[in-house]
């Protein structure tokens, strides 16, 4: 069982920047694939990025909608996983999310994550 909390959300202008933060308690964090995704006003949730166990390697959404603009990574001396956005925009509006899989493989699919945070929202004013 793994526990994740996320932190960070709040209101921010366009142009701004954000650091969101996901602490993980329970079994071992460094078995864990991580990912945030997000989740708009009436809109499905989406994959936003994912990082391999070791933070070697980072995944992203297909689209190039944050792109140059958000940096995932992650800490696991401290089971923690980060999501730096950059340049805000106010379609970055969302509540954001992060999930762990327990696997040896990368997914974007929110069926393929196990474990999920309660989600901190973020609200970029234009």
């Known amino acids: 069982q793994v526990q994740l909390v996320e932190s960070g959300g709040r209101l921010v202008q366009a142009g701004g920047s954000l650091r969101l933060s996901c602490a993980a308690s329970?079994?071992?964090?460094?078995?864990?694939?991580m990912a945030w995704f997000r989740q708009a006003p009436r809109k499905e949730r989406e994959f936003v990025a994912a990082?391999?166990?070791?933070?070697?390697?980072?995944?992203?959404a297909d689209s190039d909608s944050v792109k140059g603009r958000f940096t995932i990574s992650r800490d696991n001396a401290k089971n923690t996983v980060y999501l730096q956005m950059n340049s805000l925009k106010p379609e970055d509006t969302a509540v954001y999310y992060c999930?762990?899989?327990?696997?040896?493989?990368?997914?974007?699919?929110?069926?393929?994550?196990?474990?999920w945070g309660q989600g901190t929202q973020v609200t970029v004013s234009s």
């Open positions: 329970g079994r071992s964090f460094v078995s864990y694939y």
């Open positions: 999930a762990a899989r327990g696997s040896l493989y990368y997914s974007s699919r929110r069926d393929d994550y196990d474990y």
């Open positions: 990082i391999s166990r070791s933070g070697g390697m980072t995944y992203w």
